[in-house]
């Protein structure tokens, strides 16, 4: 009876740490234990980064001088890629549109589509990546210099949260450029669209001129500058969390500008889709 218990807690060692064995090894355990964790902690750090920056501005404890700045960096000088980006969307929307509606019959329509898309999508989202790709990295650059060079450590020394010295005005400044650079966007695609179908495919201008007005309503533009106030947001928040989370030495910052592009557009771009059914919705319910 003693030589059976003995026998029947050796095979139950040995299967619990078979299983254990089993439970370390599986690839789900790993990703918990890695890329789900680490996404999890990432999201819940940049929550509260979030909600910092928020209760910063209910305070209004933005540094003007800073914000002024930051409204030039992110606003005017990003107006050359945003400008030329619009143009040629503009430009090779028409022509695509006026290559398939002229097999129907519909030509005059074709500013009407691209007057749309400009408004709704296109505008606000290709604005958004563009900027994303200029502002995002360079945020995320300058932050993660000043972490490695232990400047926040200063300013903490100092008795100055870096949220209200460092992300505040770059927030602002975001969400204060991004729907006037979609708006210059919005205008010049439309009118190189306007041009081309003109000018180079032989649309009447009359008619291509009255549908795009008729077609395109202040609604389709309201829901871009909504879109576009959220990208704002969105670029500003993962420059600087990416900065201020960055590792140490010039490797870690450079692989902090590099994420903080990527998943700045990837967070646009997922975030359109939601945008566009609830606006879209909230579009009905008014009208």
């Not at 619009?86 to 398939?100: C, E, I, K, N, R």
């Not at 309201?222 to 500003?236: C, D, M, N, P, R």
Request: proline share 2%.
């Amino acid at each position: 009876m003693l030589f059976g218990e003995q026998e029947c807690m050796s095979f139950n060692s040995h299967v619990g740490k078979r299983q254990a064995r089993l439970l370390h090894c599986r690839p789900m355990n790993f990703l918990a234990r890695t890329w789900v964790g680490e996404w999890l902690t990432g999201l819940g750090r940049i929550a509260v980064m979030s909600r910092d920056a928020v209760m910063s501005l209910l305070t209004f404890k933005v540094t003007w001088k800073d914000l002024l700045y930051q409204i030039y960096f992110i606003g005017i000088k990003s107006q050359s890629v945003v400008l030329v980006t619009g143009a040629f969307t503009g430009m090779v929307l028409t022509a695509q549109t006026y290559f398939q509606f002229h097999k129907v019959k519909m030509d005059t329509a074709t500013l009407a589509v691209v007057g749309v898309s400009m408004c709704s999508e296109l505008g606000p989202v290709l604005t958004a990546l563009m900027v994303a790709g200029r502002v995002g990295a360079a945020i995320a650059a300058e932050i993660g210099t000043m972490r490695v060079t232990e400047q926040i450590d200063a300013l903490r020394t100092l008795a100055t949260h870096p949220v209200d010295y460092l992300v505040v005005p770059r927030l602002m400044a975001a969400q204060i450029a991004l729907p006037l650079l979609t708006i210059e966007s919005i205008v010049l695609g439309i009118a190189s669209g306007y041009v081309v179908g003109v000018y180079l495919l032989g649309i009447d201008p009359t008619y291509l001129w009255f549908n795009m007005l008729k077609y395109t309503g202040n609604i389709d533009l309201e829901i871009g500058l909504v879109k576009s106030f959220v990208y704002g947001g969105i670029i500003a928040l993962v420059g600087c969390y990416k900065g201020m989370t960055c590792g140490m030495g010039a490797e870690g910052v450079g692989k902090a500008t590099t994420e903080a592009v990527v998943y700045s557009s990837i967070a646009i771009l997922i975030t359109n889709f939601f945008l566009t059914l609830v606006l879209q919705r909230v579009a009905l319910m008014l009208l």
